[in-house]
């Protein structure tokens, strides 16, 4: 990565940190800020929807703020472009997408789909819905998602967009009216493509604004996907409770917002960029100032290279030159940490979330639909994810002695609450164990998400973001295969409970005895300095730096890092 020029901060020029060029830094930020927004929740049916949490972040000056710096100084942000013609239409377009998010998750009925299928309408089996229905939404995603992902980039979002809404469209139909298992199959079939389809919005919003709007786009993006998941959950309760309105007429009403959503995607407009396979040189009329910087990913020259001309071979392409980088930073051990927890507890969190809906039928098998309160436990369980996301970012402690410790705390809490869903009959003790098992996995998203992040470049963000992704989704499939399936053990619902109590109570043990003997090392090498004041979130190698002191040309370059605004670890 040499696009770099050299930045002067503070007094008396002095030279601080390199910094990316406006193009490139562009770019890099659209693939940070996507999969920042995305990862987190890639692969997951939760039956509300939501999008997990990107990290919260304050003013990158704020010493105490949750800032995406790693050990370099990223980029500066470039200043916010003055109100005009051009920047009320990129806002137009923006409330325009989230208002599109935002109606695309208007699906009323998702809460009570569950029950719909075991009722009398559909009449399915709990076996069938169990071991031949569901584990067919592990297996489409993990076909689906890279496909998606390459297309979403080549079509220009809006081609994808609209095979989202087509794919809501094709669930409901199916639900509707189809009567054998093969249909619900390939229900949940259309179901992975709408979820993998997610990352067009996400990244399609960020072809719209310039790079100082990232941040705040971001942020309007998850509110709106946030805010239509809480409203659609409460607005299917209440219909269900007060308005005793069944579940087929819920499903039809979901199909009306879904449909509406999808006639909102022919009005967007087709961005003329993209991040890899749509760099050329855009229309100047019709290209936003977000697309005009050339995104120069493959002229990335490796050392001794000579500009303008092509890597000799792939191992000097960017991709091997990444894949270089990212053999190196993995020597970090709190990366390795975080992305482990990344892998295995979103694998076993997902299979919760798929499974959950089953049990409380199980637990709570009434055929007074107005008894049913699936929509409010997503919402108030979506609720408490965002709080428990948001108050991640003012959680002051050392991670990089604690984090395994901390870790090994929150599994130990979600095995017991696992257990519990297993154990009780009464269905708000299970409601509130899932919704205390989802704000318990949303605490640490942020968490892990900085702490992945603060020691990489963007590129290898998105890389590692979506290497750690696509893991957890290889290991919940094969779970999903051994454990759900027919073809596999075929366990009924609440066995799967067990097992899935045993897996995180198995991860809780691996957390403990990687705790203890992080903590018999530091004892042995006698590291007895005191270690610094607890800071909010600083990345693994600003901690490292702060416990072993620091280097002696760090300490000539710290008034010019202050006077950068990165914060003095």
């Known amino acids: 990565m040499q696009l770099l020029s050299a930045v002067t901060c503070g007094g008396g020029g002095t030279r601080c940190a390199p910094s990316p060029s406006l193009p490139e830094a562009s770019r890099r930020g659209a693939l940070w800020a996507v999969w920042s927004l995305l990862a987190p929740s890639s692969g997951g049916r939760e039956r509300s929807g939501t999008a997990s949490p990107s990290v919260s972040c304050r003013a990158v000056g704020d010493p105490g703020s949750m800032a995406l710096s790693g050990p370099e100084v990223e980029k500066q942000v470039p200043a916010e472009p003055r109100p005009g013609r051009k920047l ?28 719909y299928l075991l009722g009398p309408e559909k009449n ?55 009567t054998s298992v093969l249909h619900m199959q390939f229900m949940e ?58 579940f087929s007429t819920l499903n039809y009403i979901s199909l009306a917002f879904l449909t509406f959503s999808l006639v909102l995607t022919l009005f967007l407009k087709r961005p003329k960029r993209s991040l890899f396979f749509n760099r050329g040189a855009p229309a100047c009329a019709g290209a936003s100032p977000s697309e005009l910087g050339p995104m120069n990913l493959d002229q990335v020259q490796p050392t001794g290279g000579k500009p303008g001309r092509p890597p000799a071979s792939w191992r000097d392409s960017a991709l091997a030159h990444m894949l270089r980088e990212l053999g190196h930073t993995a020597r970090l051990p709190q990366l390795r940490l975080w992305s482990l927890w990344w892998v295995f507890n979103s694998a076993g969190y997902y299979l919760i979330v798929y499974y959950v809906h089953i049990l409380w039928n199980v637990v709570n098998p009434t055929t007074d639909t107005t008894r049913v309160y699936n929509g409010g436990a997503d919402a108030a369980s979506t609720l408490l994810g965002a709080i428990t996301s948001f108050a991640a970012g003012f959680v002051k402690i050392r991670w990089v002695p604690w984090a395994k410790l901390i870790i090994a705390v929150v ?56 290497v750690n992704t696509f893991l957890a989704t290889v290991l919940k499939t094969a779970i999903t295969l051994v454990v759900s399936d027919k073809r596999g053990l075929g366990l009924p619902v609440h066995s799967q409970f067990l097992i899935y109590f045993v897996y995180f109570l198995v991860l809780f043990v691996a957390y403990v005895l990687a705790a203890l003997l992080a903590g018999l090392r530091h004892f042995r090498q006698g590291r007895h300095q005191p270690l610094p004041p607890a800071q909010e979130l600083m990345s693994p190698v600003q901690e490292q730096a702060a416990q072993d002191g620091p280097a002696p040309e760090d300490v000539m370059c710290r008034p010019a890092l202050l006077a950068c605004g990165r914060p003095d670890s």
């Open 124 to 178: 399915f089996t709990e076996t069938q819905v169990t071991n031949e229905i569901t584990p067919v939404l592990s297996y489409s995603y993990l076909a689906v998602l890279v496909p998606t992902f390459l297309l979403t980039d080549y079509l220009r979002y809006k081609p994808v967009l609209q095979l989202q809404g087509l794919s809501y469209v094709s669930v409901w139909l199916l639900l509707l009216f189809g």
């Open 411 to 466: 599994t130990a809490l979600q095995a017991g609450l696992i257990f519990l869903m297993y154990k009780t009959s009464n269905i708000w003790l299970c409601y509130s164990a899932f919704a205390l098992f989802r704000g318990s996995y949303q605490f640490l998203v942020p968490i892990a998400t900085f702490q992945i992040a603060s020691s990489l470049s963007q590129e290898l963000r998105a890389l590692v973001f979506g």
């Open 189 to 246: 079939f259309f179901f992975s493509i709408a979820v993998a389809a997610r990352i067009a919005y996400s990244s399609y919003i960020f072809s719209l604004v310039p790079p100082a709007c990232y941040q705040r786009v971001a942020g309007y993006s998850r509110a709106s996907v946030l805010l239509g998941v809480f409203t659609s959950s409460v607005l299917g309760q209440l219909l269900v409770t007060m308005g005793r309105v069944p």
């Open 88 to 115: 009320q239409s990129w806002w137009s377009l923006v409330f325009c997408l989230c208002f599109y998010g935002f109606m695309a998750q208007m699906r009323p009925g998702e809460s009570f789909i569950t029950p």
